[in-house]
């Protein structure tokens, strides 16, 4: 049972323009979304997160939007450049509930959206 | 500083051999995971140590063995691997109590 989604295998966007990556989850003890970039053969590298307290979080060119209850999650990435071709994974976590012991948490993903910033 | 450094980056073994991956970070964190990531497929979580002690363990196989030396350095080890293993494996590390996970670049195995 696949507790977050990202149902768009892949985006073109063009450059300049807004891209738009969806995520949604099942799971409603999730409280805690992080998005995640990643290039082919690469470790994933920290974007953005967003604790469910909030419904938006700004970093300079990407802002995620959560609706909780909808059990959706966006990233937007304005404006779109090149560089910004990779994967993307949305991932959760339940926050103490899922506390493993002496603070690790465990985080859920999603299959990943394949982005592509056409120039 | 947010580094995750993993050795080696490639790694090529047979079914008989007995290799070790090595995971190093310094940023003081003490949360520690392995991964193994396949092609087109989200990082799969195989080993949690937190405080230098195994927290969490799904369901991986014996022939993967995590160690966790020092509050910086995470390895795993491998004895006996099928071609099925053949993947990326990744190190991640986390602040106690947060749950933003730093990765690694990941080791790229292969098994013949």
């Known amino acids: 049972d696949q507790q977050v989604k990202q149902n768009s295998p892949s985006l073109s966007v063009q450059e300049g323009r807004i891209s738009i990556l969806n995520c949604d989850y099942t799971?409603?003890?999730?409280?805690?979304f992080l998005w995640y970039k990643k290039y082919p053969a690469e470790g994933p590298t920290f974007l953005i997160s967003i604790s469910s307290i909030k419904d938006k979080n700004e970093d300079g060119r990407f802002t995620v939007f959560l609706n909780k209850s909808a059990k959706h999650l966006s990233l937007h990435i304005v404006p779109s450049q090149p560089g910004d071709s990779a994967v993307y994974f949305c991932?959760?976590?339940?926050?103490?509930?899922?506390?493993?012991?002496?603070?690790?948490?465990?985080?859920?993903f999603g299959k990943g959206t394949k982005l592509s910033v056409i120039p | 500083d947010t580094e995750v450094t993993q050795t080696p980056k490639h790694l090529v073994m047979g079914m008989t051999n007995k290799k070790s991956l090595k995971c190093e970070q310094h940023?003081?964190?003490?949360?520690m995971y392995w991964y193994k990531q396949k092609a087109k497929k989200p990082p799969e979580l195989m080993f949690v140590?937190?405080?230098?002690?195994?927290?969490i363990n799904e369901s991986v196989p014996s022939r993967f063995s995590p160690e966790c030396p020092n509050s910086s350095l995470l390895n795993l080890h491998l004895h006996a691997l099928q071609p099925e293993d053949s993947a990326l494996y990744l190190c991640a590390s986390a602040r106690q109590g947060q749950e933003t996970q730093y990765f690694g670049p990941g080791t790229r195995l292969l098994v013949l």
């Open positions: 940023m003081g964190h003490r949360a």
């Open positions: 140590y937190s405080y230098e002690k195994l927290s």
């Open positions: 991932a959760a976590s339940q926050g103490p509930a899922a506390y493993s012991g002496a603070g690790s948490y465990q985080l859920t």
């Open positions: 799971n409603s003890m999730f409280d805690y």
